[in-house]
């Protein structure tokens, strides 16, 4: 208990190791994996970000005409690079910025939506699917 108590005592005149953050400002290391961005324009839909993305932090929403919705949740992102690695499209489609994640807070509701939004995505894949191939099957027994 004593030994604990001088140990403490001694910590109180050491440096401080740890920083702030985000109260305070902090200097990019080099190569830092910030934020991912990207551009629809440049995008090819391929898919292939949210495939190896390990914690689903990518997901598409499927339209019904066929047309895809990107979106990307920062706070479950781990921040691995790996969809910036698949991206047939690097810096063009996706890419890492500069910018930090900005802290989450409990009372932000941030996973909520973003659950909402997964099983919409889901539910919008199988229903483009069905559509397909009752269009398929339509089209043979016209044939
Ligand atoms: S950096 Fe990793 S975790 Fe974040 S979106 Fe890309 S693959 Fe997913
Ligand atoms: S991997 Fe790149 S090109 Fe493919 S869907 Fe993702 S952002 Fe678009």
Known sequence: MLKALLEAFKNLF????????????????????????YDKEACIFCDKCEK????????????PEGEKEYRY???????????????????????????????????????TEWFEWEAACKASREAYKAAKASAKIQNKSEE
């Not at 050491?14 to 961005?37: H, N, S, V, W």
């Not at 190896?52 to 339209?63: E, K, L, R, S």
């Not at 479950?76 to 810096?91: L, M, N, Q, S, T």
């Open 14 to 37: 050491k440096p401080i190791r740890t920083i702030d953050y985000p109260a305070r400002d902090i200097t990019l290391p080099q190569g830092y994996r910030g934020l991912i961005e």
């Open 52 to 63: 190896v993305c390990p914690p689903g932090a990518i997901v598409f929403y499927q339209h």
């Open 73 to 111: 949740n920062p706070w479950v992102c781990i921040y691995c690079g790996e969809c910036v690695r698949a991206c047939p499209k690097p810096d063009e489609a996706l890419w890492h910025s500069e910018t930090k994640q900005s802290a989450a807070f409990k009372e932000d509701g941030v996973n």
